[in-house]
Every structure is written in C-alpha cells, then in structure tokens.
C-alpha cells in the first residue's frame, strides 16, 4: 500500500510565501490555549509534581500562560497554601503558579 506523505509532497510546487504562511498557521494552531485538565489528569499531575519533589529528579515542567514555557530544574520546595512551586535551575530559582502547570516529565 502507498503511504501518502500529507502536505509535504505538495510544497515543491508551492510559492515560498504559501509555505511560510502554512507554516505560521501551522504554529499558530499548536500555540492555542490549552484545554482544562480532567480531574483524573490533575491527580496524575500532582502524583508526579510530589514525586519529583519527594526524590529530588530533574524535570521538565510545561505551563501555558499567554504562550507555551518550558522550565527545567529539581523542585525545590511545594507551597500548597499559595499553590505554588519553586524549581531551581542551579542559577535561578523560579516560583510556578500550579494551575498554570499542564505537564511534567522526568529526566534520568
């Protein structure tokens, strides 16, 4: 069976200007704004904040305000009165407002 190749087979016959408009449209729609997160996705996300914290492992933390962010560090300290986070980068330390945070992931 053939594999269709998508959108990509199409762009030699294309002016440059259309690629780059697809291209910010393209970036465009993956800069949108989040969906609210699940309840379930919420107790996965805390499960992994809290273990991340407990074992001092070095994350990836996503957060989605006005635009994507992407910070890297060891959780310093967990603030559950203000609902914040701290994660140090080994320069800076950086407060994190929970509601903020959509994903987390380890590094080994």
Do not use: C
């Not at 690629?19 to 993956?30: F, I, P, S, T």
């Not at 989040?34 to 990836?60: G, R, T």
């Not at 957060?63 to 310093?76: C, P």
């Amino acid at each position: 069976m053939y594999k269709d190749r998508g959108t990509i087979k199409w762009t030699a016959m294309m002016l440059p200007e259309h690629v780059q408009k697809l291209r910010q449209w393209r970036n465009e729609l993956d800069e949108k704004q989040p969906n609210a997160l699940e309840s379930w996705q919420l107790e996965e996300l805390n499960a992994k904040i809290q273990l991340a914290f407990e074992q001092q492992k070095m994350i990836s933390i996503y957060s989605y305000d006005e635009q994507w962010h992407e910070e890297k560090g060891r959780i310093e300290r967990l603030d559950f009165q203000k609902k914040l986070v701290f994660l140090d980068d080994g320069l800076i330390m950086q407060k994190l407002p929970i509601h903020l945070i959509y994903r987390v992931i380890f590094h080994d």
